[in-house]
């Protein structure tokens, strides 16, 4: 399902009830790299306005309505990008370079991703380039712990915006980041004011993604917030110090899915395949992963394989066990 490096980038901005997108989006239409963005708005509800807060409604602003895109309006969700290509391509629509999905915030974004790869229409004419969530200073912690939907938004996501930090006490940031940290040890975290944060992690192509994890960090997470990531949801890492059979490790990934995929909610990783070029990214939600993808070179001297992943009632000891031993079969 490998996507072409030409395609239309895609930019999916969640974040919980309240938690700032809105606020967050116009600031990104207002940067010139956005000025040709293609805006889809899915509201919860069966009036429209944050299409209107977003900028003045034109064709390249997409309403979809009453529904979350995780269920009833995917098909609605594959129909809008096909109609915003077909438009652009019979000279009757709006030429656009990026194509940005606000959410409503009881959505899941899994289901997005999954969309826009499994269409064999849309997996060729766009790439999902980044998952960008806002998590509310004065309520997220809260919101984790109650609502299972900001659980799996932080979860998916690739760059968590801290927001209302002024009006949180000083010290909730660290703990939104220990929050964040427990929950998606591979997500970049920064602060934003009044949707205002550092534009290129969202527009920038060449913008790093996050692809360790920070131990201390997750040590240092509330024990409340682990329980609440579900006594059920939880962060694993996995390290490997021989390089791995990439052969064997597709083969073993694929049954994996196939059995456990609505429990593997975020898996990223960095894979030592014996290549002398740098390593295999491999970034995946849920049943659906990214195209794997060799990074020029290592960032930092560690050459072991590093696996992160964010499950749901599934026992990680089974998982590296299973990986042991088809490594082990492919070594014999």
Avoid at 6 to 14: D, G, K, R, W, Y
Avoid at 103 to 122: C, E, Q
Wanted: hydrophobic letters at 45%.
């Amino acid at each position: 399902m490998s996507q072409p490096a030409h395609a239309i980038p895609v930019l999916v901005v969640s974040g919980f009830l309240g938690s700032g997108k809105t606020t967050l989006i116009r600031a990104l239409l207002a940067d010139p790299r956005a000025r040709d963005a293609a805006l889809i708005v899915n509201e919860f509800g069966e009036v429209g306005i944050d299409h209107h807060l977003l900028r003045h409604t034109d064709e390249r602003t997409t309403l979809l309505r009453n529904g979350c895109v995780c269920c009833s309006l995917r098909e609605d969700l594959s129909e809008a990008m096909r109609d915003l290509l077909a438009r652009k391509e019979r000279g009757e629509g709006p030429e656009f370079d990026r194509v940005i999905i606000e959410t409503t915030g009881l959505a899941d974004p899994g289901p997005i991703l999954h969309t826009i790869v499994s269409d064999s229409v849309l997996r060729n004419r766009y790439r999902m380039d980044r998952a960008l969530v806002t998590l509310d200073a004065v309520a997220g912690i809260s919101n984790l712990a109650t609502y299972g939907e900001a659980l799996r938004q932080v979860a998916a996501a690739d760059l968590v915006v801290l927001t209302k930090l002024d009006l949180a006490p000083p010290d909730r940031e660290g703990q939104l980041r220990a929050a964040v940290a427990a929950i998606n040890p591979a997500a970049v975290v920064v602060p934003g004011h009044h949707g205002r944060f550092d534009l290129d992690l969202a527009l920038d192509p060449a913008a790093p993604r996050a692809i360790g994890f920070d131990a201390p960090l997750l040590d240092a997470a509330a024990p409340a917030i682990r329980h609440a990531a579900a006594g059920a949801v939880s962060s694993h890492t996995l390290v490997f110090d021989e390089p791995l059979d990439w052969r064997m490790f597709g083969i073993w990934l694929t049954l994996l899915l196939h059995r456990h995929g609505e429990r593997v909610l975020r898996m990223k990783g960095l894979l030592n395949v014996g290549s002398e070029r740098g390593p295999l990214l491999l970034e995946g939600v849920q049943h659906v992963m990214h195209a794997p993808r060799h990074l020029a070179e290592w960032p930092d001297d560690d050459r072991r394989s590093r696996l992160v992943f964010i499950t749901r009632d599934l026992d990680i000891g089974a998982i590296r066990a299973s990986l042991e031993g088809f490594m082990a079969a492919a070594r014999a």
